[in-house]
């Protein structure tokens, strides 16, 4: 049957264990005790509204080991690791190799940022603590972001700690309002819209979008069928960004027999000829049809003269 011994409230140092049997029996172990404990202190060393960094402190780095025949001491090194973490989840750089890391891309919510430390023996400690952040966030979508003029966009804040607001449009208008509400360009080109917030403490971010109004089109059939199938029923112009235009359609004979003039905003609802006599319920005859077409674009190009003149065909 076996014997055992324990021995408790040991100091660091080597040990020489002798065991025998009183007879045959006679052999010495040697043995050393290395009482680790890792040290971890997570704090934070200073923050501005750009960036957080963080303080680490990370031992040991090494031990004694103390040889148990001569007591001589010998200094081996301790593999310990480090982990910066947080929750929530935010970026920090390097977390396994800085132990004081910088991070520019701080939180925009309060977080518990941790260190964890394990050294050669897998022993571990943990130190965190909570910060609070003050940072700002500049975010915004616009909606739409591109199409023909008059274009209405929304534009909706998305921004974190905003308190002042400065809304720059690209066509020299300005909002300070948190909900600018509604904008409309009417200049075919394209726009570079900048939010730029302040927080209470005077941290400062911006953002972009950009917004791309079309150039002015015109481009004109030659054939309609308006025989309500819901296919081609109506003569209207390919256009985009136009301030104004006006369409004349006449008969073989030179009869008018449809006239519309419109400018601005009422364009974007105007459907064009259906075929029939100016507007009444006689439906024109098929055949060929004369159309003069002027018109403005928003960008100020106009389209006259012989290249908007021309044949129609309707075809029931």
Known sequence: MGNSSTLSGLQEGGYRVRITDGGTYDT????????????ANAALLHYTC????????????????????TGTARRLP????????????????????????????PPLVDVRYMLQVTDSFGCVNTSSFDYTSIHVKSEFTAEPVSGEAPLKVSFTDKSVRGLLYMWKFGDDSLST?????????YIPGTYEVTLIIES?????????????????????????????????DYFVPEKKSLRYIDVQIFAKGGQRVY??????E?????????GKVNYSDRRAQAGAYYYVIRA?????????????????YLFR
Do not use: M
Not at 29 to 38: H, Q, R, S
Not at 85 to 99: E, G, H, Y
Not at 206 to 230: R, Y
Not at 297 to 312: C, H, M, N, S
């Open 28 to 39: 010495i172990l040697y043995a050393w005790v290395n009482l680790d404990n890792p040290v």
């Open 50 to 69: 750009d960036y957080v960094a963080l303080d680490g402190t990370v031992a040991p780095d090494h031990f004694n080991y103390y040889d148990p025949a």
């Open 78 to 105: 301790n593999g310990v690791r480090h982990l910066w973490s947080s929750t929530p989840s935010s970026t920090i750089p390097f977390p396994d190799l800085a132990v004081d890391p910088i991070t520019f891309s």
């Open 177 to 185: 309002l948190p909900d600018p509400g509604i904008h409309t360009y």
């Open 200 to 232: 209470e403490l005077t941290c400062r971010d911006s953002s972009k979008v950009t917004i791309t109004v079309e150039p002015s089109t015109l481009q004109i059939p030659n054939v309609f069928t308006p025989n309500e199938d819901g296919y081609n």
């Open 259 to 264: 006239h519309y003039e419109g400018s601005g």
């Open 266 to 274: 009422a364009l974007l609802d105007w459907q064009g000829w259906d």
């Open 296 to 312: 403005v674009g928003y960008d100020d190009i106009e389209y006259a003269g012989k290249e908007y003149r021309g044949t129609l």
